[in-house]
């Protein structure tokens, strides 16, 4: 019996070490990433600040890239999870308020987070969808930082993002969730398309959705991700006008209200109708793919 007990608590031993040094290394090789530096370019954009752009800017915030589904209505930033083990995920205030970043970037810093994914200090920032980003035209984000730069101070002065241990393998898991990793920073942009209702305009203005329905816009391998946007599955069967109805009120054909926080149509119903056009005309343009799983829900 004692013998027994006496294997038990060796194996209960190395059990524990093995833990803790899985632990350990989860932590040091999340730090190492989380701790790089990304030396990049200085940025050779101009950004003007007259009213036009900045209400270019302002349609673009609010109807595309959509920076209030993270960092709040008034964009004055957001806790958005905190736990002894994911820790604390902190989205920033973007205004000049207490708290801010807004009196704080440059231009230049500006562009790096928005393309690059990375701080004023090179190091990657946390949630940040840079990678769909990368490809905003220098006049979209020039637009876009005039607007940021002009939105009123909000005094909102949260705690720094703090990664426990469930935090830290969600990184290791998940490349995007550090999308500074994934973008070749080097890569050059396509060319500015002028806005219009063509599938040229349409492929530019879809970029954003890669973010949730994949690289090919056929959706995710997730029963939570984004559905199929190819020809494909359920599209093939919708018309344009099921789409402007999606898209303006998210209602499907079949009279399914597609949840506003999975899909946020409350803020793509702000696309005007050069970009809705132009964005059927490229996802009706894309080869059908087959639904990576079943039952995906929007």
């Not at 007259?50 to 960092?71: M, N, S």
């Not at 009196?103 to 500006?110: L, Q």
């Not at 409350?266 to 079943?294: C, G, H, R, T, Y």
């Amino acid at each position: 019996m004692i013998k027994a007990l006496k294997w038990i608590g060796i194996i209960l031993g190395i059990l524990v070490g093995l833990v803790v040094i899985a632990i350990a290394a989860v932590y040091f090789i999340a730090e190492e990433k989380l701790t790089t530096v990304y030396d990049l370019p200085a940025a050779q954009i101009i950004v003007p600040n007259d009213p036009q752009v900045i209400e270019r800017g302002k349609h673009l915030v609010t109807a595309v890239v959509l920076c209030d589904g993270c960092h709040g209505k008034d964009y004055s930033g957001e806790l958005i999870d905190e736990g002894p083990l994911i820790g604390r995920i902190v989205m920033s205030n973007l205004t000049g308020g207490k708290g801010g970043i807004g009196g704080k970037y440059t231009d230049a810093d500006w562009e790096r987070a928005l393309r690059h994914g990375v701080r004023p200090d090179g190091r990657a920032l946390l949630l940040m969808p840079s990678s769909v980003f990368y490809f905003l035209s220098n006049s979209d984000v020039a637009a876009i930082i005039a607007y940021l730069n002009s939105l009123p101070p909000v005094d909102n002065d949260l705690p720094k993002t703090k990664l426990g241990i469930l935090g830290r393998l969600f990184v290791l898991q998940d490349p995007a969730l550090l999308s500074a990793a994934l973008i070749n920073h080097n890569a050059p942009r396509p060319p500015a398309v002028e806005p219009a209702a063509s599938k040229e305009y349409g492929e530019y203005l879809a970029n954003v959705c890669k973010n949730c329905h994949g690289n090919d816009l056929a959706g995710g391998e997730q029963v939570d991700s984004g559905v199929n946007l190819t020809p494909g599955d359920e599209l093939a069967h919708w018309t344009y006008d099921d789409f402007i109805q999606v898209m303006r009120f998210g209602l499907k054909p079949d009279g399914t209200q597609l949840d506003g926080e999975k899909m946020p149509w409350p803020s793509f119903q702000n696309m005007n109708d050069i970009e809705l056009e132009a964005l059927w005309l490229f996802l009706q343009s894309l080869p059908p793919v087959e639904s990576k799983v079943e039952a995906s829900q929007p």
